[in-house]
């Protein structure tokens, strides 16, 4: 009957094992098929009953790794381009696995001063980063989808204040309909975010003008006039996914200051643009916001999960998401409590990963690489541009590409159906890893570029399976 306490001593073992069976998978990530064979019999490999009496750290360890290394998908190497997620540079995830060594819970001061202050100092560079101003609030999360849960409960609780309510108190039911104005850029975790806070997805007002929903900064400010000076939130979206596009933050901040509304910016990738002066420009007017979130195992390069919101009037996180109880630190508490500024109580050390990378690799190895992947990302422009049988179907303003496979003798009715099934027939190839998706109302693939890793060859081998494994089903099609 192992007991861990029994067992002690297998952990210098364990941790080698761990070690070695780790820089096995690492070694080949660069060359590796994206997604392996044997998905489909991942659970197979592990289900079966719980034991009664298990076999210790080390043999647990060992089948753990043995068994999970050959069917985990690479998403942490360079050809891994869906879903924006970046991978994990040296640094951080040398900091991660110090980060579960030490264990600490950063919900409050005493029990980790060092999660609490580190996190303070994470949260101060990334605001020197983004170039945000430094009386700002903020707190990390578990990704952009709580960031935007974070600010946007901060609004929601700022809204009720301007009506003689609180909401944190009294609910939403206690005041009048929020309205929340943007485009049709807006993501679905800011749609989660207001409909787990009360508000409502429905109660989204998308101001549009065009197919490809760009915002009409006209019909929001006729709808914030309408509004008499009624509280509402205005989000602007910092890099839309399909095509990295960009609403007009600095006009967006304008209209927010004119009608007293709370401007929001979700820059869960496109916040990074800020790092190079060839797309500062896109996100200008963001320090003007009252909240700003982005993303850390994006672009950033740190492991999941990890996020940050940042608020201009600190107070207000305090007041969205504190908490009492006898055996809680109090409200007179003179140390922070990172507990009381977000939704988690027990909450992971994600600071010593954030220092780490920043501390290994500083503004301008972030800047160097955010370049890096920009060029990657015009190259791919360049060649589906010069291909006779590829489309591009939005301008490459970022990391994203937006294109479709277009060969010459398809007819345009059959275009999606070809590129639907092209883009399964990538994935199960393996040998890279990107999504199809839905461009104004158009089948297409969005690769984005944000891995540490990734180059030349990685963004050309992207392109050379599509082209062939498209010309395979046109051919199987013909025949």
Not at 192 to 210: A, C, P, Q, V
Not at 388 to 398: I, T, Y
Request: proline fraction near 5%.
């Amino acid at each position: 009957m192992p007991d861990p306490l029994e067992l002690a001593g297998e952990l210098d073992d364990a941790l080698r094992v761990a070690s070695e069976r780790a820089r096995a998978y690492l070694e080949p990530l660069n060359d590796d098929p994206v997604q392996p064979s044997g998905a489909d019999r991942v659970r197979s490999l592990f289900a079966r009953p719980l034991p009664e009496d298990g076999d210790g750290a080390l043999a647990a360890v060992r089948e753990l790794a043995e068994r999970a290394a050959p069917v985990a998908t690479r998403s942490s190497g360079p050809r891994f381009f869906h879903f924006v997620i970046g991978g994990t540079t040296p640094a951080a995830l040398a900091a991660d696995w110090l980060t579960s060594a030490f264990d600490q819970n950063v919900g409050g001061w005493i029990a980790s001063p060092l999660g609490t202050e580190l996190e303070l100092v994470a949260l101060d560079w990334l605001k020197e980063l983004f170039r945000l101003p430094p009386d700002w609030g903020g707190v990390l999360t578990t990704g952009a989808t709580m960031a935007n849960f974070v600010a946007l409960a901060a609004a929601r609780d700022w809204a009720g204040e301007r009506q003689g309510v609180d909401v944190s108190a009294e609910g939403v039911r206690a005041m009048p309909q929020l309205p929340i104005l943007t485009s049709g850029h807006i993501h679905v975790s800011s749609v989660k975010s207001l409909s787990l806070l009360g508000i409502g997805g429905d109660n989204i007002e998308r101001f549009t003008r065009d197919a490809a929903g760009r915002l009409d900064v006209a019909a929001v400010e006729k709808r914030l006039d309408g509004l008499g000076g009624r509280p509402a939130i205005v989000i602007a979206n910092a890099g839309e996914v399909n095509a990295g596009d960009f609403d007009p933050i600095g006009a967006m901040a304008d209209l927010a200051e004119r009608h007293g509304a709370w401007l929001h910016v979700d820059g869960a990738f496109g916040l990074f643009a800020r790092l190079s002066p060839r797309t500062a420009h896109l996100v200008e007017g963001v320090e003007r916001a009252h909240s700003a979130i982005s993303d850390g195992h994006k672009w950033l390069n740190v492991p999941h999960d990890c996020g940050f919101a940042f608020v201009r009037e600190p107070q207000r996180l305090a007041r969205a998401f504190g908490e009492t109880a006898d055996y809680l630190p109090s409200e007179e508490d003179p140390h922070v409590n990172f507990g009381h500024l977000g939704p988690e109580g027990s909450r992971r050390a994600r600071a010593l990963v954030v220092w780490a990378t920043l501390a290994a690799y500083g503004r301008a190895g972030y800047q160097t690489m955010v370049e890096r992947h920009l060029d990657l990302a015009q190259r791919i422009g360049r060649i589906v541009d010069q291909a006779d049988d590829l489309e591009r179907l939005a301008h490459v303003q970022l990391n994203i590409v937006c294109f479709r496979y277009r060969p010459s003798g398809v007819p345009e009715e059959e275009l999606d159906d070809l590129n639907s099934r092209l883009g399964e027939a990538v994935l199960e190839d393996g040998r890279v890893f990107v999504g199809i998706t839905l461009h104004e109302g158009r089948v297409a693939f969005r690769p984005a570029i944000v891995n540490w890793r990734t180059r030349e060859h990685d963004v050309d081998l992207l392109i050379d399976v599509v082209r062939t494994l498209g010309a395979r089903l046109v051919a199987a099609a013909s025949t």
